[in-house]
Each structure stands twice: as structure tokens, then as C-alpha cells.
């Protein structure tokens, strides 16, 4: 009983754990809730946790000032909108995408959406079973859909 009772644990030890707490149909609901208000023009505070408080494109302690025209990003804080970051959280649309491929390369994985809007309000990954330093939180604050 011992030594089963080891092997569970040790397998448990050397595999480590995987949480994914969104499935993509999840992604696919809220996505269609987002789709279906055709917002197009709209301004968020994108907050970025993490071990280092040094942020590309935001004032330190900050958040990231976006602003989308027509569904594309025309502002990513004091970057330009080429930045990978911009290309990656930049849109409402293209944070989706980027949620998808996160599930893939994430060992947790852990999203919130907002209820009426659908969009991601915070997301919880973490690359590394055995690292904390590579777990990373995102947060959508300060949303504004703009001439509504």
C-alpha cells in the first residue's frame, strides 16, 4: 500500500499539474456574446501582474491605455501599436485568438468574462509547473464602449 501510495505521489511530483479552467467553448460563448453587441469602437486600461513592475508601453504602476477605431487598435499605450503585446491583447477579437493559443502552450490556464459584454475581464496563466515567476495575470479595466 506504501509503496502505491508513492508511486501515486511521485508521478503526481514528476508530472505536475495542469489546471485549465476554460474550455473553448467557453472562449466560443462569450466570443459570440462580444460579436453579437458589434461593438467597434471602444477604449480599456489593459493591467498586466506580474514579478516585474517594469511594463512596456505603461507608466510604471500603471495600466496600458488602449483605444480601438473601427475594430482596429489605434492606441497601445506609449508603444507603438506594431509592439507584439499590441498584436497579441491589442483588440477585444484578437484577445480571443491569443486565449485559444494560450491553451496550448499554458499550464494553467484561468479566465473570467464579463457578463453583458463577453469580453475576457481577467486572465491567469501560468507557463512553468514548477516556476512561480512565469505565471502572468491579465485585466480588461476601465471599459468604454465610445458614442454609445
Known amino acids: 500500500m506504501r509503496l502505491a501510495i508513492s508511486i501515486l505521489i511521485a508521478s503526481f511530483v514528476i508530472q505536475g499539474c495542469s489546471f485549465i479552467s476554460v ?3 467557453d472562449v466560443d460563448r462569450s466570443e459570440e456574446k462580444w460579436n453579437a453587441l458589434g461593438i467597434r469602437d471602444y477604449s480599456y486600461t489593459f493591467v498586466i501582474a506580474s514579478l516585474n513592475p517594469e511594463i512596456e508601453c505603461a507608466p510604471i504602476g500603471r495600466g496600458i491605455k488602449v483605444e ?5 487598435v489605434v492606441r497601445f499605450g506609449t508603444c507603438s501599436i506594431k509592439v507584439e503585446k499590441a498584436k497579441l491583447y491589442g483588440t477585444i477579437n484578437v484577445i480571443f485568438s491569443t486565449l485559444r493559443n494560450e491553451k496550448d502552450d499554458a ?3 484561468k479566465v473570467s468574462f464579463h457578463e453583458f459584454y463577453g469580453y475576457p475581464e481577467s486572465i491567469d496563466i501560468n507557463y512553468s509547473r514548477w516556476l512561480t ?8 479595466r476601465e471599459f468604454s464602449v465610445e458614442n454609445e
Open 23 to 25: 474550455s473553448n467553448r
Open 107 to 109: 499550464v494553467s490556464l
Open 68 to 72: 480601438v477605431k473601427n475594430g482596429e
Open 133 to 140: 515567476d512565469h505565471r502572468v495575470q491579465y485585466y480588461i
